[in-house]
């Protein structure tokens, strides 16, 4: 049914009456539409009391032109309507019900109106990008944990420090793959939703605990996280600063600052919640005023560990240019200096977290294409974190790499190869001038001249030496694989 427009701007003009047999004659038109049969997954034909929207294939975004009978409406735009990859149209948070995108409709049409649905088309690919990278750093970051747990020659204040810092990015991963897992559609669990044809309604009654202790532990485990981060940037910001302190005692107060410092924010967000927005699952912000509870904390966090952050590399910067006693530096020491300083900066990133800063500066009214940029970049840096985090400060960690080496070679049984030279080399001075001196004696023998030090790992993983002679040595050599080159001197 076509009406006719009263003004040059394509504004549609009609009574109530009309308008409202026009939406009935579009119901009973859309119902008696033969539906499509669309091969794979895709969202079902569906009226949405204003018009029809037909079969659409999971994942994409379907247009369909303004309607020309309701009141308002202008018929130069377009209404759009979100299939997820799940088959399952997209529900708007706010209003709990499947939503179709009119805001086209509602004025004249701007080209740059259409970017908006690029977020949603590319929330999918997010997503995976994010669960992906949660997983990669929940992997490492257990084996960074078992190592540090394990071996008793790193317990000391330093790691101790990250491993607490590794235990809040294992729950923060752990916390958002049980909100992305049990949530439905990003509104509550199953049982707190109802299904109102092809809506999904959140139901009013019930107190709904589960699902808002669920938000609450993730918002405290999120605080946590950060407040670990600034942990870590503070403990290095003393050892550059601070000549003597008692690293034991302090870690307690690091403790403190960790695990505690959250629930300063995390209590009053949640006795607001509770008294003066207890809607949904509190997974939703209507009142951005409240939410800062939460915000203003994390950001003070990051404003104070780029201090930190600034504040150390200007003392690196000024140690690696100090000058020599007035001896002139070379092309080389210079170029090595910097790359130390780029190596040591590079490093300090992801401990500090600088990446969120660069956020911080960032408008929230943004064209979308740049928001969706922003997304991509942000969330890459969250999700990859606590690799990036596990891979430097353990698995690059030298300490941490001896220990492993100890252990393997223990395990087989086997001598470390980075001592096995040591067996090239006759034994010391004194033994050779002894079997020297005895050399023309009756009861002498130059087997005592070529007698081998052998250096091995006890079962206690100590390294220990043994003196062997050439010919023992051969024989063993022979038996056990070992690859020994003797040096005879005459």
């Not at 944990?145 to 809040?168: A, D, E, G, W």
């Not at 990003?186 to 309604?201: C, M, P, Y």
């Not at 240019?321 to 002139?328: D, I, Y």
């Amino acid at each position: 049914m076509e009406h006719k427009v009263q003004d040059e701007a394509g504004e549609v003009h009609i009574s109530k009456e009309e308008q409202n047999i026009a939406v009935i004659q579009e119901w009973d038109k859309c119902r008696r539409f033969p539906k499509e049969r669309l091969a794979g997954v895709y969202c079902n034909q569906t009226f949405d009391d204003i018009a029809c929207w037909p079969d659409t294939p999971a994942g994409t975004v379907q247009y369909i032109a303004c309607p020309t009978y309701i009141q308002g409406f202008y018929t130069d735009g377009n209404a759009t309507r979100i299939c997820l990859p799940d088959g399952k149209w997209f529900v708007n948070p706010v209003t709990n019900s499947t939503w179709s995108n009119y805001s086209q409709c509602l004025k004249p049409t701007n080209p740059q109106e259409e970017i908006p649905q690029l977020f949603m088309v590319h929330i999918v690919y997010i997503r995976v990008m994010s669960t992906t990278g949660y997983a990669i750093s929940f992997c490492s970051l257990l084996l960074a944990v078992f190592i540090m747990v394990k071996f008793k020659r790193l317990h000391c204040p330093r790691n101790t420090v990250h491993l607490h810092m590794f235990v809040s990015f294992i729950l923060r991963a752990i916390l958002t793959f049980l909100k992305d897992l049990l949530l439905v559609q990003g509104l509550g669990f199953a049982f707190d939703l109802e299904q109102t044809g092809d809506k999904l309604v959140f139901k009013q009654e019930g107190l709904h605990w589960e699902c808002k202790l669920l938000i609450t532990l993730f918002h405290y485990v999120l605080s946590a996280n950060y407040m670990w981060i600034l942990v870590e940037g503070l403990y290095l910001h003393t050892l550059v600063y601070v000549s003597v302190f008692s690293e034991r005692s302090t870690v307690r107060w690091y403790y403190l600052l960790g695990w505690g410092t959250p629930f300063l924010s995390i209590v009053p967000w949640v006795i607001v919640r509770i008294t003066l927005e207890n809607i949904l699952c509190w997974n939703t912000n209507p009142t951005v005023g409240y939410f800062w509870i939460l915000k203003g904390p994390i950001w003070l966090s990051i404003m104070v560990n780029f201090f930190f952050f600034i504040n150390i590399l200007r003392a690196l910067f000024y140690k690696l240019h100090k000058p020599k006693l007035r001896k002139p530096c070379p092309s080389a020491a210079r170029h090595n200096r910097y790359r130390r300083l780029a190596k040591a900066t590079l490093i300090l990133i992801p401990l500090f977290g600088v990446h969120y800063i660069v956020f911080m500066g960032v408008s929230e009214n943004v064209n979308p294409t740049t928001e969706v940029v922003i997304l991509y970049i942000e969330m890459f840096f969250n999700s990859f974190q606590g690799f990036l985090v596990a891979v430097l400060f353990c698995f690059l960690n030298r300490e941490v790499q001896l220990e492993l080496k100890k252990t393997w070679y223990r395990l087989w049984s086997r001598p470390d190869p980075l001592f096995l030279q040591q067996t090239q080399y006759l034994v010391d001075h004194r033994n050779r001038s002894h079997a020297s001196d005895n050399h023309h004696s009756s009861e002498g023998s130059t087997d005592n001249a070529s007698c081998l030090c052998k250096w091995s790992l006890d079962d206690k993983g100590k390294l220990t030496r043994t003196f062997v002679k050439t010919g023992s040595a051969k024989q063993e050599s022979r038996r056990k694989g070992w690859k020994i080159t003797v040096e005879t001197r005459m």
